[in-house]
T-cell receptor, first 112, second 114 residues
Framework: DAKTTQPNSMESNEEEPVHLPCNHS???????IHWYRQLPSQGPEYVIH???SNVNNRMASLAIAEDRKSSTLILHRATLRDAAVYYC?????????????FGKGTLLTVNP | DTEVTQTPKHLVMGMTNKKSLKCEQH?????MYWYKQKAKKPPELMFV???????INESVPSRFSPECPNSSLLNLHLHALQPEDSALYLC?????????????FGSGTRLTVV
């Protein structure tokens, strides 16, 4: 499985934008970039995913580098409820199974 | 219904007990997964079911026995567990093929083996 590299932790202030980086230099052409987050004492939650183009949804935006070797999850206005571990995961599209392998993720702290 | 429901939320069992964890979804997802998460660690994949058939077993000890009775239900049968098996057990589901849009996770069962 292709690996991703994320900072161990990041800190943000409430109501400010947050840019969470992810490096994936060995990504293959058919790998999707997925982001999940896990709030304390909860299961992981799907945030967003993309292949080549930037993506937006109600939770966040995903900016993908032109060479696809890195991506950035953007939270436009952080709230205290966004404090979580954020995981960047590559998901292959080959076969009928989509195996989600978690790395260590980035622990985001949001200051009031 | 956009949820994955796991029961029970908490379970304490002895090393000689037999217990089962249950997972249910009604989103029409045809893939279901079991993950194990130790404290302060990322989730680790245990099993994958695709169209109700076991497709991936990540070398999980036989004291964990998965079962998928139908497309909405996934069970994890536990027998003769060890204290080191204490963890949060997470169930997830997803579509397969062109409709794949990510995994939906349950809140987990927190298992303590005594």
């Amino acid at each position: 499985d292709a690996k991703t590299t994320q900072p161990n932790s990041m800190e943000s202030n409430e109501e400010e934008p947050v840019h969470l980086p992810c490096n994936h230099s060995t990504i293959s052409g058919t790998d999707y970039i997925h982001w999940y987050r896990q709030l304390p004492s909860q299961g992981p939650e799907y945030v967003i995913h993309g292949l080549t183009s930037n993506v937006n949804n109600r939770m966040a935006s995903l900016a993908i580098a032109e060479d696809r070797k890195s991506s950035t999850l953007i939270l436009h206005r952080a709230t205290l409820r966004d404090a979580a571990v954020y995981y960047c995961i590559l998901v292959g599209s080959g076969g009928s199974n989509y195996k989600l392998t978690f790395g260590k993720g980035t622990l985001l702290t949001v200051n009031p | 219904d956009t949820e994955v429901t796991q029961t029970p939320k908490h379970l304490v069992m002895g090393m000689t007990n037999k217990k089962s964890l249950k997972c249910e979804q009604h989103m029409g997802h045809r893939a279901m997964y079991w993950y194990k998460q130790k404290a302060k660690k990322p989730p680790e994949l245990m099993f994958v079911y695709s169209y109700e058939k076991l497709s991936i077993n990540e070398s999980v000890p036989s004291r964990f026995s998965p079962e998928c009775p139908n497309s909405s239900l996934l069970n994890l049968h536990l027998h003769a567990l060890q204290p080191e098996d204490s963890a949060l057990y997470l169930c997830a589901s997803s579509r397969l093929g062109q409709g794949f849009g990510g995994y939906t996770f349950g809140s987990g069962t927190r298992l303590t083996v005594v």
